[in-house]
């Protein structure tokens, strides 16, 4: 299958002059150092192409690079792209930026799937594993993730977790007064008066049909693609709000729904009926229960919906997006996750010829060959590594090589790189085999989607 680098383009005006905002896809990752991948093609020279082949033509110089609503990088461009000169792309920002005040920008999911919402993304219905394990990182891994990412050179993590998980535990057990309270819910409307009709979501689908749903529908088609109809009720209740949050926050923002990695994935009844067969009817029940259970909820931070992302499973923490994207965001610091190191998507362990490796960084393959783990940040992801005269932050190295995490060790064997992985997706958010061994320790969704969110609160619109 063609994942292609962007999903999507918009024009929006920035004073008198216009601006190309280019959507990539959370399912590729990317670093800012524009690191060839597989294809051959820098990411400059990918979004080189993409503007020739739709003609894209704007009233501007400059293009923003948007992750899952997170503006990641800035282009400015010189000579027309579609005019015969060869056009000159200069990459001015090595941060992430803030968006615009006229221009609001939006998010994934999930995770392969990491969503942004990233997100990487993950389908876990369609996976063949045991456990339909969460295939992410939009995302996955949006994301975000879910879930594509942006590895950053020399980064280090502004927060630590070290709290083990019964502290975790009775810190959540000693806070359901708090979690009440942080419960807003509207009053309720005089019995005389008519409720207002559930909101209609349109789905932009990629076979170049639209389809008009209700908000639970949707919800329902969206759940029952991003996690596990297997998992327990409350981490169905949990990814639930976090599907509604996200998509409210796009359509805030003026964006689309589609029913891919670009944002949530959605599954129909007649695919879901493929995929679950006989059990069809009760997986959906409880997916639609999950669905109604939490009707209303999000999860915002100071009042504004939040950067709804998630991944497949954790290293045993999660991320600090700092260390992923370069942004720090308040509410998506690392937290204990302990319970993921259970999971059947944890450990992975896969072995490639050395010669390919190095051939894949560009990095001339000498003797005596030259393999080191630099340094790891506080959540015990690779911060640095060295390959021959290169160095290579953690994200950088897991995108390079496709690998599930960049939480690895690396062992040279028989003429072969051995690396093992641990979790799967970039960590950031909330981890949803995380959220499946919560609820099967008895905490509620509320208590799952605070602790993966801190200083967020859950509320009823």
């Given at each position: 299958m063609v994942i292609y680098l962007i999903t999507g383009h918009e024009i929006?005006?920035?004073?008198?002059?216009?601006?190309?905002?280019?959507?990539?896809?959370?399912?590729?990752?990317?670093?800012?150092?524009?690191?060839?991948?597989?294809?051959?093609?820098?990411?400059?020279?990918?979004?080189k192409d993409y503007i020739e082949k739709n003609k894209i033509v704007w009233n501007g110089d400059k293009i923003l690079l948007v992750l899952g609503g997170m503006i990641l990088g800035t282009l400015l461009l010189f000579q027309n792209p579609i005019s015969k000169e060869e056009p000159r792309y200069v990459y001015v920002n090595r941060t992430v930026l803030d968006p615009p005040a006229e221009t609001v920008l939006l998010p994934k999911t999930g995770l392969q799937q990491e969503s942004i919402s990233s997100k990487e993304e993950i389908n876990p219905v369609e996976?063949?594993?045991?456990?339909?394990?969460?295939?992410?990182?939009?995302?996955?891994?949006?994301?975000?993730?879910?879930?594509?990412?942006?590895?950053?050179?020399?980064?280090?993590?502004t927060s630590s977790i070290t709290t083990s998980q019964s502290q975790i535990q009775n810190q959540i057990g000693n806070n359901t007064e708090e979690i009440k309270n942080s419960v807003q819910e509207k009053?309720?409307?005089?019995?005389?008066?008519?409720?207002?009709?559930?909101?209609?979501?349109?789905i932009y689908r990629s076979n170049g049909t639209t389809l008009v749903l209700s908000m639970t529908d949707y919800l329902i088609g969206v759940v029952a693609a991003e996690m596990p109809a297997s998992f327990p009720i409350e981490a169905l209740k949990a990814q639930a709000v976090v599907a509604r949050t996200y998509a409210l926050k796009k359509l805030e923002s003026g964006g689309k729904l589609t029913d891919d990695v670009s944002t949530q994935v959605y599954r129909d009844e007649s695919y879901l009926r493929s995929i679950w067969k006989n059990d069809y009817d009760k997986y959906y029940n409880k997916i639609k229960s999950a669905v109604q259970a939490t009707d209303g909820f999000t999860v915002k931070y100071h009042g504004s919906y939040i950067e709804a992302i998630y991944h497949s499973t954790s290293n045993g923490k999660t991320e600090d997006a700092i260390n992923v994207w370069?942004?720090?965001?308040?509410?998506?610091?690392?937290?204990?996750?302990?319970?993921?190191?259970?999971?059947?998507?944890?450990?992975?362990?896969?072995?490639?010829?050395?010669?390919?490796?190095?051939?894949?960084?560009?990095?001339p393959f000498e003797e005596p060959l030259s393999i080191e783990i630099l340094s790891r940040n506080e959540s015990g992801r690779i911060s640095n590594?060295?390959?021959?005269?290169?160095?290579?932050?953690?994200?950088?190295?897991?995108?390079?090589?496709?690998?599930?995490?960049?939480?690895?060790?690396?062992?040279?064997r028989d003429g072969k790189l051995v690396i093992t992985t641990r979790g799967y997706g970039h960590g950031v958010g909330m981890s949803q085999y995380g959220a499946k061994g919560m609820a099967e320790n008895g905490y509620s969704y509320s208590k799952i989607l605070a602790h993966y969110y801190p200083e967020t609160t859950l509320i009823k619109e």
């Open positions: 929006r005006k920035e004073g008198e002059n216009e601006v190309l905002i280019l959507h990539l896809n959370y399912d590729v990752e990317f670093s800012l150092e524009f690191y060839k991948r597989k294809s051959g093609k820098s990411m400059k020279q990918q979004i996976d063949k594993t045991s456990e339909k394990e969460v295939n992410q990182e939009r995302k996955e891994e949006s994301i975000v993730n879910s879930s594509t990412q942006i590895p950053t050179k020399n980064k280090t993590s009053p309720s409307e005089p019995q005389l008066e008519l409720q207002p009709q559930e909101q209609k979501i349109t370069g942004n720090s965001v308040p509410y998506l610091k690392s937290v204990d996750s302990s319970w993921d190191q259970s999971a059947s998507t944890y450990l992975r362990t896969v072995e490639q010829e050395l010669t390919t490796v190095f051939q894949i960084l560009g990095v590594v060295r390959i021959g005269n290169q160095n290579y932050t953690g994200v950088e190295f897991r995108t390079l090589l496709g690998l599930r995490s960049s939480d690895f060790d690396l062992e040279v």
